[in-house]
């Protein structure tokens, strides 16, 4: 039978299907927007440090101008053609161009210096007032065209950058050239341009010369600085890229931007976790969202199971049993819902049936023992007929002992059987009454024999009248009669902590499995001709009076025959029908 989903299953199943669909949408779409956005982030810095490097690279360029600047100045052009003419107020000129120095000089809004140095009269003319006038110079210096940085000399300086420009312009040493032009700056104004970008940004940037040297903020620790700078030594930087660095444990996204003016790279780095901080936390918050929902939903469900499922299914299982015929079934489950007014008048219901198929099956059970007590009292005349024949054939033939034997054991069955007063007897006396009755057989079938054997204990249990005699009989006549070879009936008494068990087993012509089957179904439903008011009524009265787990059961047995099984309860109370009160013959 195909498995059938209940409403249960079929509502989780739908929280299922609802949910699933937005998980994968989601996770999709998250990939995509973490990779968009992180990108975007990324670009973003990328080009932030593009423009501040732009500022820095203008300032610098302001500043790469000042030498040509001086070397167009009429007036400084002047004071080298005229050094040496002993006319020329000297000393007054070197005031004016000292004065138009410190002027250009505070123009700029960087912390600098300009320098007019003239090799061949050993002059140093400049801005600052600790170089103007000084005969001391790197004389024999080469002309450095381009920025070149002059480590500091005390780690409070910071360094500075320098650019000279010669005349002539071939010039390759200083002694070589007639005039130089010199213009440096501090580190300082860097520093100060990189704690700038640092507080409007909130990271840590650095310069890096791509070798050894690097300047940071002013707030900056040096050793991620220190770190990135070994982790980029020998690497062949571009001009602009990002790159991702494993440093202190942490994975770092590093931007760089390479200057055009000084050849150093500005470096700005932060870690990944940082980046994606937002993202993740929108990630997080709708997996704690979507695993709220599922626990709502399972939640929802529990409720759903609890309050409507088990129900359900209480009936359910509570209606199968009543359909098998267990009308002792009640539920005592309580929904807490509307589910306890059907409760309650299911059990008003079955509890009603209970009463009603009792009733009339105690009423069939009654008039099946009015039935039985009047076969009883009716002398059976082919039984009778046959024995009374046999008498007449031994005493004809002067057998005086098979007489006797037929006509005591005649009268024993007899006297039992007739007697209707009292339903219940012991199983010894039920024993007894099968003794006479096989003694009987026997005296007219040679071949039979018999063996009883009942542990002692089990002789006084208590049992419906002529339970065992039916099942003999049919022995008998369906087994040994019908059966040439068959010739012994075995009557065996079992006892457990539950339930006695009395076996009659023979040896004769047997019955067929499906011969078995018919019989047990028989026995479940109305009595009817093929099965016989005896084996019908052993069964009924027995679970009738000794409950569920007792009755009649039919086997095929080890010899061959059939083995028939009475089985009842040893802890339960017999009903016992009205006493009758009938006189000894």
């Known amino acids: 039978m195909p498995y059938k989903l209940n409403i249960f299953s079929k509502i989780l199943i739908l929280l299922v299907l609802l949910l699933t669909p937005i998980v994968v949408l989601y996770s999709f779409t998250n990939r995509t927007t973490n990779k968009v956005v992180q990108d975007q982030i990324q670009s973003s810095n990328l080009n932030q440090l593009s423009f501040f490097m732009h500022q820095l690279d203008s300032n610098v360029e302001r500043l790469a101008m000042s030498p040509v600047i001086l070397g167009s100045d009429p007036y400084i052009r002047e004071f080298i053609d005229r050094s040496d003419d002993p006319a020329y107020d000297m000393l007054r000129e070197q005031s004016r161009i000292i004065e138009k120095l410190s002027l250009q ?184 969202s979507i695993g709220l929902l599922l626990g709502m939903s399972v939640l929802a469900s529990f409720l759903l199971y609890r309050n409507v499922q088990i129900p359900l299914v209480k009936m359910i299982q509570s209606v199968q049993k009543v359909k098998r015929g267990d009308l002792s079934v009640r539920i005592t489950y309580r929904a807490k819902n509307e589910f306890d007014f059907l409760i309650q008048r299911f059990n008003e219901m079955a509890e009603q049936i209970q009463v009603l198929v009792e009733d009339v099956y105690a009423e069939k059970i009654r008039s099946r023992e009015a039935t039985l007590k009047q076969l009883q009292s009716q002398i059976h005349p082919h039984f009778l007929y046959n024995s009374l024949f046999f008498i007449i054939n031994s005493a004809e033939m002067e057998d005086k002992e098979s007489v006797v034997a037929m006509a005591q054991n005649l009268a024993e069955y007899y006297r039992y059987t007739t007697r209707v007063e009292n339903q219940v007897v012991r199983l010894r006396d039920e024993l007894d009454m099968a003794r006479h009755y096989l003694s009987i057989q026997t005296l007219r079938i040679h071949r039979l024999t018999y063996e009883i054997t009942v542990p002692d204990p089990m002789l006084e249990e208590r049992i419906p009248r002529l339970i065992l005699q039916p099942l003999v009989e049919n022995a008998i006549v369906h087994g040994i009669e019908r059966s040439l070879g068959g010739d012994r009936i075995t009557v065996t008494g079992e006892q457990d902590a539950e339930f006695n068990r009395l076996i009659v087993e023979d040896n004769g012509a047997g019955l067929t499995d499906d011969a078995l089957e018919q019989l047990h179904k028989q026995l479940q439903t109305a009595m009817t001709d093929e099965i016989g008011c005896g084996t019908w009524n052993v069964h009924h009265r027995l679970v009738y009076q000794f409950g569920q787990g007792s009755g009649l059961h039919l086997e095929r047995g080890a010899s061959g025959g059939v083995r028939s099984v009475l089985t009842w309860r040893r802890d339960a109370q017999l009903q016992q029908g009205p006493k009758m009160e009938v006189p000894e013959a």
């Open 105 to 288: 000089s505070v123009a700029s809004g960087w912390v600098n210096e300009l320098t007019i140095v003239i090799p061949k009269e050993k002059k140093v003319l400049s801005s600052s007032i600790f170089v103007n006038g000084t005969d001391r110079w790197p004389w024999q210096d080469p002309v450095h065209r381009t920025w070149s940085f002059q480590a500091p000399a005390d780690a409070k300086s910071g360094g500075s950058f320098y650019r000279e420009i010669s005349e002539p312009v071939r010039a390759e040493v200083l002694n070589q050239a007639r005039v130089l032009y010199q213009v440096r700056f501090s580190a300082q104004n860097l520093i100060q341009l990189l704690d700038v970008y640092k507080s409007d940004k909130r990271s840590d940037p650095f310069l890096f010369d791509g070798a050894t040297a690097f300047i940071v903020n002013s707030t900056a620790e040096t050793q991620i600085p220190a770190a990135i700078r070994e982790g980029l030594r020998g690497i062949n930087l571009a001009a602009s890229g990002q790159i991702q660095m494993k440093l202190v444990d942490q994975q770092y996204l590093i931007s760089y931007v390479k200057s055009d003016q000084l050849g150093w790279y500005l470096i700005d780095y932060v870690p990944v976790q940082k980046i994606l901080s937002p993202i993740t936390m929108s990630r997080n918050l709708f997996y704690i």
